[in-house]
């Protein structure tokens, strides 16, 4: 249960108290002579605060959006404020600071490790006051107002949620509160949540076709108490029943499994819409809603392959190279993102046209079909796996992501090359956690050439030339002999090690990790794709899908500010070089059924390393409650 304080008595005929209950508070007033600061030190230390003027004047769904979104330490809205554990010292503290800002300064720390006023008065030398009463405070004016604004002169960041059309004020009589009364009576503020559930920003299938319908759905999941979690896993578990249709290799079943697709986007929709309708965000589903959306769509492809080959057509070569693509794309947009998340001075022609197509609105949704959404993607996947054959699916597929890949990541090279932007020494480390690199490229890295002039481009090129050279020595015919792989596994970890002594702050240093992740995941493509063994494709699928979790995991961790995943984990995998090592030994020393089984084991042995980790991670992590409002992801 959370407190919410009211500062004075409830005005007469108020609905305040019963909309701060309903939102889940313990409602508790507040006299003149209440020491405001001994009474929030008495409530329980997890609990959430809330301060509450009696005259506010407030939609609930305005109370709603400033006093119990999980997201923010501390929040406020006029009227209003409201602060989580890890801000009550600060909330103590401004309290103090309201009555004597010369008192600030020496709040005592009390053995809980909460703020609270020290003893002493306020007129001998700037002392803490003895007690922060609530007539002090109030002074005529607005209580949780002047606390907003003594956090803010403290340099405590107050969330300020934007409320729209809503209304949240504090009257100062009879005329302004009748006045505010009906504003709040002018506006449907359960109309406006529905419409709030939906992103700002979507694709154009997900906008115009699921949208419309699913925030009733996630509506009606509200009203009984159903968790955005629990959607989210009832989405993976009817793309699981998907994919087991798809593997059939029946017509019904393809049909079925088409029609389940488009039912597990509905409910991942959902998930999402229930929790911005319902402010139940959280650091676990925020992770759990990234990672079923690409166990969801892997699954489904492995589903129309096993089914294919049911048919006597054997797509797993499509299957994984569809895979490959898809998640080499995301890499490139993490990578992007993330190397300019909070760089300075990051402007560029290129993004000042994007900016002015954007004023033209049928050139938004175009350039957003081009990337191929999860939503455009989805439809197409269903409506293509009902009425034709695994093998369109994926031709499909490859050709859109391409076209996809192609348009985004040169549009991405152009604001590179034309911006002059700063990067951060932040955004450096985040491009290196993304590169995954392990023991043999970390120690290549040590023999740096001295005196050599830095270069703007290098760390992307020497990356390629390694990727390169992997890639053209395991279509050559002779990679079977033993030292041929060694030697290429040996030059593409120097490159890489060479491409990591760079800072990473070049324009085009982000394509470095997406470098790594086409030579690691081609060559287990192109050695499953030569050894022309039963089984072989199957297990490099795997192999392949262990890893990327464990890159998706990378980028969950770094967007959620917990930084990368332990470095014993990265190394225990071996990092991307050694496991093309491993990889190439494999190919070079083992075939036939022995090939297959080396790569089935090293695809459960990865999946079990990152999982087994990862689960403990984002089960245990105190990392702050997120959720993606940017998008849908390509």
């Known amino acids: 249960m959370s407190t919410a304080i009211l500062t004075g008595q409830q005005v007469a005929g108020s609905q305040l108290g019963s909309d701060l209950r309903l939102l889940g508070f313990d409602v508790v007033e507040a006299g003149a002579g209440t020491d405001l600061a001994a009474l929030v030190n008495s409530l329980p230390a997890a609990q959430r605060v809330a301060l509450v003027d009696p005259r506010t004047v407030a939609h609930t769904h305005a109370l709603r959006l400033a006093l119990t979104d999980p997201r923010f330490p501390a929040a406020a809205a006029p009227g209003v404020i409201t602060v989580q554990a890890e801000a009550r010292p600060d909330l103590l503290r401004a309290l103090v600071a309201a009555v004597s800002p010369a008192a600030a300064g020496s709040t005592a720390t009390t053995a809980t490790g909460s703020a609270a006023p020290a003893t002493g008065s306020a007129a001998t030398g700037g002392a803490a006051p003895d007690r922060v009463s609530l007539a002090e405070l109030a002074a005529g004016d607005c209580v949780p107002d002047r606390i907003s604004a003594a956090l803010r002169a403290a340099d405590v960041e107050v969330h300020r949620p934007e409320l729209g059309v809503l209304v949240a004020t504090v009257p100062s009589g ?10 709040v009576d002018a506006v449907d503020d359960e109309r406006v949540r529905l419409r709030t559930a939906v992103k700002s920003r979507d694709g154009f299938f997900t906008t115009y076709c699921i949208s419309p319908y699913s925030r009733y759905i996630a509506r009606w999941c509200a009203r009984r108490g159903l968790t955005p979690n629990q959607v989210t896993t009832a989405s993976l578990l009817t793309a699981l029943i998907a994919a087991g249709c798809a593997a059939t290799g029946t017509r019904p079943g393809y049909v079925a499994a088409g029609v389940l697709l488009i039912a597990s986007f509905v409910l991942d929709c959902a998930d999402g819409q229930l929790a911005r309708y319902s402010l139940q965000y959280s650091t676990l589903g925020a992770w759990l809603d990234a990672t079923f959306d690409r166990a969801k769509e892997y699954a489904f492809y492995a589903g129309l392959a096993i089914g294919a080959a ?48 954007d004023s033209v609105g049928w050139t938004v949704w175009v350039r957003r079909m081009i990337v191929l959404p999860i939503g455009e993607r989805w439809a197409m996947i269903a409506v293509l796996t009902a009425f034709t054959s695994p093998r369109v699916v994926f031709y499909a597929l490859l050709v859109g992501c391409a076209v996809a890949a192609c348009y985004t990541t040169a549009g991405r090279v ?23 690199s392990g023991p043999l490229a970390d120690l290549s890295s040590v023999a740096v050439l001295r005196g050599a002039r830095p270069s703007a481009y290098a760390a992307p090129v020497w990356a390629l030339i390694g990727a390169v050279a992997l890639l053209v020595t395991a279509l050559d015919p002779l990679f079977g002999a033993w030292f041929l792989p060694v030697v290429a596994v040996l030059l593409y970890a120097r490159c890489s090690g060479r491409a990591l002594t760079h800072p990473l702050k070049g324009p085009l240093d982000w394509l470095v990790p997406p470098v790594f992740r086409i030579a690691e995941y081609g060559l287990v493509l192109i050695v499953a794709m030569r050894a022309e063994v039963n089984g072989a494709l199957p297990a490099a699928y795997g192999v392949v899908a262990a890893v990327a979790y464990h890159h998706y995991d990378t980028v969950y961790r770094i967007r959620g500010g917990t930084g990368a995943p332990p470095r014993l984990l990265v190394w225990a995998a071996g990092g991307h070089e050694g496991r093309v090592l491993a990889i190439a030994i494999v190919a070079a020393f083992l075939h036939g059924t022995a090939f297959t089984i080396a790569l089935a084991a090293l695809a459960v042995v990865l999946a079990l390393a990152v999982l087994t980790e990862s689960i403990r991670f984002w089960v245990s992590s105190g990392a702050p409650a997120v959720h993606d409002e940017t998008g849908e992801p390509a």
């Open 174 to 183: 009879d005329e302004e509160r009748a006045a505010a009364r009906a504003a």
């Open 414 to 436: 152009l604001r590179s090359l034309t911006r002059k932007a700063l990067r951060t020494d932040r955004a450096a480390q985040a491009l290196r956690d993304l590169a995954d």
């Open 310 to 357: 049911r048919g006597g057509d054997d797509v797993w070569a499509l299957a994984l190279g569809a895979m490959v693509l898809q998640t080499v794309r995301h890499v490139v947009d993490f990578s992007f993102t993330e190397a300019n998340h909070d760089a300075s001075a990051n402007t560029s022609p290129t993004a000042a046209l994007s900016d002015r197509l």
